[in-house]
Each structure stands twice: as structure tokens, then as C-alpha cells.
């Protein structure tokens, strides 16, 4: 843990030292000496361990190629000690909830920004109520928020800035044109670290949510946090919670950890507060989070149609891992819709799903383009879920009329292996089309406990794969049978065959 050491009391600290140092030094002067070089050779080989050639790789896994990938990029880095520290009251935050804080945060993030040469600086916020509007971070930056900290979104919008869409939305999602801003927000940066001991950012978003609801807003809602272009991320041990729209949205980014996270928004009448949305990001790692929102707990995003699709950034390399997630109204984990760009390379390992509409879903739409392959889905529970696992082709909106009605998405390299759980009414819905076929999917340890017990709970449509093993419930008859040393036992009847029963 860094100090925090006021502006005032600095010089306080140094003229005690001035009395006491000389006589310590005078009677321990070998002491001393030998802790010294002791504490500096080890500060040395924790830099150079940390940030030499090829970093710290603290989690490697396996891609689904077979070779060796580290999650994260380099791995899941420690976050490191900042030289200077400072408090938000330093710059003259009052933490009562009506005091707003706007400039404390800014002229906070200017100090820590002239420190950027010099490993940055932490800006902690204490236990109170930060009211304040949007405001932006800076590189080599670690914000802290104490036991009992809050910061507040301000609720009147006239306060939150306005920003030009997406490039690979090329509209404001919402609305066309621009869109707001994030309440917490940054912009190519590198080394940014986001934690505390789990103190708490909440958009209230309880405003948003009713004049959307109302249709009483020309723009796009703003994000809870949004990082952009950026790199080095670490986000954990904190709760966000409300967010007006997105909770948790890196963009363009790479190497970001998400750990130890709670994100909290109503079940219902909470719109489009999806939990962490990663979008077109690049070795990531989320993990050891409990997410229940209004809309889906996490959605791997890439870019929108055409805009997409020229913006040509995948999301890849992504680990999601030890997760409890709840979803009333859209799904525990989802790929999609704006899956332009592309996404591969994605394990979802160790996950429940409770009370959720439905567990994993993957949705595209013709106009989409892109791709989703080499996906993993391993060890995942279901617990009274109406749909449990979900592929959608027709998920059919559009930023405009200017898509390729002709870019048909592929999806291949799809597994599901340890699925469990009860309570379940549908537990397989894949829904190709004739235009945009599922192909190589694989079923294997498969074991959910239903509650509707009439045909067609396995249901399919333009598939095509293979069922290892015995599972139940029986699979539709779109995929080929291998007993568990994998050898071939039947052969599917069509992989076309449709029984998709949305009445259930």
C-alpha cells in the first residue's frame, strides 16, 4: 500500500525526520547500510522481473489450436506502486453527495499526469459520497476507492459531454450521430489501474433508464466507464454499479484484466446495462466476478455491419472464468449481435448461471459479416434457466439501410464440454439458416435436469457436429453420434433438419 501523503503534511513529515535521522544513523550506520543495499537489490530484481523482456506471465493457457497463449498479452501483470500518491481532498473534493467534484477529479488527474515519466501516481478516494460529472484519467494512473468510498454520475445530462459514435458503429447505437460520454473515461492510454477496497461507482442510472424509456433522449446513453485505444489495463476489487447504459466497456484495447469485480443494476426496467461489454479488445482476462443486471452480464462485441466490417478489429484471446452471473432479461454471456470485426479464441470456463432467461448465447444477423470461431465453453451450470444455450442468425438490426444484405457471418469451432445444471426448460436452441450454416460444434458431458417434458428440447436448425459420449437430453438428430473414445457411431439424419419451437 502507497502512502497518502497530504500536500500540507509533506513538510510536517521531512523536519521530523531532519530531528530524528542523524542519531539513528550515528549508533545503526552498519544497520542501516546493509538494509539499504538489501531493500535496493530487491526493488531492482522486482522491477526487472516485472517489466523486462516478455513481462510477468502469471496465467497461460491453451488456445484452441493447441498452442501456448498468454491471457492477458503478457500476462495478468501486477499492478505496480506508484511514486506519489495523492487524496481527492487534496485537490479540494468534499465527499457530502451534493458538493459536485468535478475539478477536484481534474485538477487530481493533471498532477498524476506531469508524473507520467516518473511511474504516475495513485489518487485515492476516501469513504464519502463523490458527486461529480464525467471526468477523464491518464496514463500511469491508479485510481483507488477506500471502504465506503462512492462516486455519484451526476444526473442532469446537460452535464456529461457529448461524443462522436464508434468507428465501428458509425452511429450512436441509439441514436444517430453523436453519443454521450462515459462518467469515468479515457483515451490512449497506457498503464491504467482501477481498484480500492471495494468502494463503489455508481452511474445512477435510475434517470436514464426512465427518459429512455420515455423517449425523451437525442443521443446514445453513456457508459459507466469506457476505455478507449488504451492498453495495460487492470480493473478489480471494486463494485460498479447503475450505469446508464453499458456498464463496463473497453474498446479497442489489449492486455486488460478484470478481477474480483461486482456489477449490480435492477433485473428489470434497467435498460441495455450490460455488465462488461469487451469490443474489439485483444488478451483479456475476466475473472472471479458476480454480475446481475438488465441486460446481458457479458456481450464480446467487434463492431456494427458495414462499419464494422471496414473497422477490422477482432475481439480475441479472451478468458472468462470462475463467474456467477443472473440475466433476467437477456443472457448470462453472450457473443454478439455487433460481431462484425470478428471473434475467436474465447474460453467461458467455470461459470453459473442462475435465474437468467437465458445461459450462453451467441446472436448474428445477415449484414454482419465476420466471424465466431474457436469458442470454449467448459464447466458451466445452469440453475433455473428458461434457454441454456442459445445461437441465433437472425438478430436483425441494422444502424442504417447502407449494410451488405449479402455479408453472411461464419460460425464454426464451437464446443460445450461439461455442461450441468436443472431447472432448465430449453437447453439447446441453435438456429442456423441455410445462408449462415453452424458448423463443427461439439457437445460432450452434458447433464441438465428439465422442466418441460415434451419433443423438441433439443432443437436445431442448419448444424452441423457431433455429440461425444452420452448426454442428456438427447440430442436433435442434426449431429453425428461418437461413443467416448470418439469413434463413430451414427451418422446424423440431415444436418438441415429444423425443429426449432419457439412456443417453448
Known sequence: MVETLGLARFGHHRLDLRRWIPAFVSSHKTLLSVVWIAAL??????????????????????????????????????????????????????????????????????????LGKRGGGQLN???????????????????????????????????????????????????????????????????????GHNGTIN????????????????????????????????????????????TLHPYDCKNVTIKNVTILAPIFEAPNTDGIDPDSCEDMVIEDCYI????????????????????????KNILIRNLVVRSMVSAGVSIGSEMSGGVSNVTVENLLVWDSRRAVRIKTAPGRGGYVRHITYRNVTFDNVRVGIVIKTDYNEHPDEGYDRKAFPTLQHISFIGVHGQGVRVPVRIQGSEEIPVRNVTFRDMSVGLTYKKKHIFQCAFVQGRVIGTIFPAPCENLDLYNEQEKLVKHSASQNITDIDYDI
Open 203 to 246: 452511474g445512477q442510472g435510475q434517470s436514464w433508464w426512465k427518459k429512455y424509456r420515455q423517449k425523451l433522449l437525442n443521443h446514445t446513453r453513456g457508459p459507466l466507464v469506457q476505455i478507449m485505444w488504451s492498453s495495460d489495463i487492470v480493473i478489480y476489487n471494486i463494485t460498479l454499479r447503475d450505469s446508464p447504459f453499458w
Open 292 to 315: 446481475s443486471v438488465g441486460d446481458d452480464a457479458i456481450a464480446i462485441k467487434s463492431g456494427w455491419d458495414q462499419y464494422g466490417i471496414a473497422y477490422r478489429r477482432p475481439s
Open 41 to 114: 537489490a530487491s526493488v531492482l530484481l522486482w522491477q526487472s522481473s516485472a517489466v523486462g523482456p516478455g513481462g510477468l506471465s502469471i496465467l497461460r493457457w491453451r488456445s484452441p489450436g493447441g498452442g501456448e497463449e498468454a491471457a492477458g498479452g503478457r500476462g495478468a501483470a501486477v499492478p505496480r506502486l506508484r511514486p506519489a500518491a495523492f487524496n481527492l481532498t487534496d485537490f479540494g473534493g468534499v465527499g457530502d453527495g451534493v458538493t459536485v467534484n468535478t475539478a477536484a477529479f481534474e485538477r487530481a488527474v493533471a498532477a498524476i499526469a506531469k
Open 125 to 195: 478516494v476516501p469513504a464519502g459520497q463523490w458527486l461529480t460529472a464525467p471526468f477523464n484519467l491518464t496514463s500511469h494512473m491508479t485510481l483507488f476507492l477506500a471502504e465506503g468510498a462512492v462516486i455519484l454520475g451526476i444526473e442532469d445530462q446537460k452535464y456529461w459531454p457529448l461524443m462522436p459514435p464508434l468507428p465501428s458503429y458509425g452511429y450512436g447505437r441509439e441514436h444517430p450521430g453523436p453519443r454521450y460520454g462515459s462518467l469515468i473515461h479515457g483515451q490512449n492510454l497506457k498503464d491504467i489501474v482501477i481498484t
